[in-house]
Each structure stands twice: as C-alpha cells, then as structure tokens.
C-alpha cells in the first residue's frame, strides 16, 4: 500500500482504532501488499460513538456487545437485564475503547505480518 492510500485510510477511519497503535497500525498499512487493498477497504469497522450511544439507550438489552461482536455478552446481558442495571453503567465508560480495540483486532486478522 502507498503512503497515500494508508493516509487516506486512516483519515476515512479516524477514531476506529486505539490512538496508541495508529503508528503501528500505519506501519502495517504500508508492508500490505497491493491486492489486499480492496480486502481492508471492505471491512466493516464499528464506530465507536454508535456503540456508545447505543449503551446508554439500550445497553440494558445487551445492543451495544451484540453491536461490536460480542454476541456471548450481548446475551449475559440481555438475560440479566444488563447485570440489573450495574454492567450497563459500566459500559457507558468501556464501551468505545472495546469497540476500538475490536477493530484493531479485526484489521490484525485481514492483515499479513
């Protein structure tokens, strides 16, 4: 991938990953190889102020973990009716660095190292 192209993808996914591991995240950008540019252009990266939003509206059913993928918490949590309210509170302030951090995992696993 060109250096252009790894901006503009990180520019059009600004906020979608941990800003600690932009560097790093950047730097596997550039040793991807050219036909796997489509391939990461396809991915479906959450954002993480939706997930936010939806854990303060409806993080009691479990949206905001079924949301980012994490179907077995999604579940817990709607069975629970969100740990009786606790766990839902919690992940107001969790809630968009898990989504970060799950999209940092998801671009790990599509791209070679």
């Known amino acids: 991938m060109t250096r252009q192209e790894a901006d503009l ?3 059009s996914h600004q906020g979608a990953f941990p800003p ?15 036909d796997q540019n489509i391939m990461l252009r396809s991915l479906d990266f959450k954002n993480p102020t939706v997930a936010l939003i939806l854990s303060l509206f409806l993080g009691y059913l479990g ?15 709607l069975l629970t009716g969100g740990g009786c309210g606790v766990w839902t509170v919690i992940d107001w302030f969790l ?14 696993r599509a791209c070679p190292r």
């Open 95 to 108: 809630i968009m660095s898990a989504t970060r951090r799950k999209n940092y995992e998801m671009l790990l």
């Open 20 to 34: 600690e591991m932009v560097p790093h995240i950047y730097d596997m950008l550039l040793r991807t190889p050219l």
């Open 63 to 77: 949206v905001d973990r079924f949301y980012t993928g994490d179907i077995g918490m999604g579940v817990i949590k």
């Open 9 to 11: 993808f990180l520019v």
